[in-house]
């Protein structure tokens, strides 16, 4: 594990910001797997997002995605 990955096993127990980014992209891949062949793949080039509070670990975190281009 490299130096830079590490430091979130130091985290607190809470769904941190750059847990819900990751969270966020997992959505999009899985929301436009049905609509990609098996050579296909998608990433994110952008994220705008707000995070107002940490998510404490037992509650419900959801992520609505929505797909606004298409390029390629």
Request: net charge negative; charged share 10%; proline share 6%.
């Amino acid at each position: 594990m490299t130096t830079a990955f590490a430091s979130f096993a130091d985290m607190p127990p809470v769904f941190a910001t750059a847990f819900m980014v990751g969270f966020i992209e997992w959505a999009c891949v899985e929301a436009l797997r049905p609509f990609l062949s098996s050579h296909e793949r998608t990433v994110g080039t952008h994220v705008d997002v707000s995070h107002v509070a940490a998510t404490p670990v037992g509650m419900t975190v959801t992520a609505d995605v929505e797909l606004v281009a298409v390029q390629g």
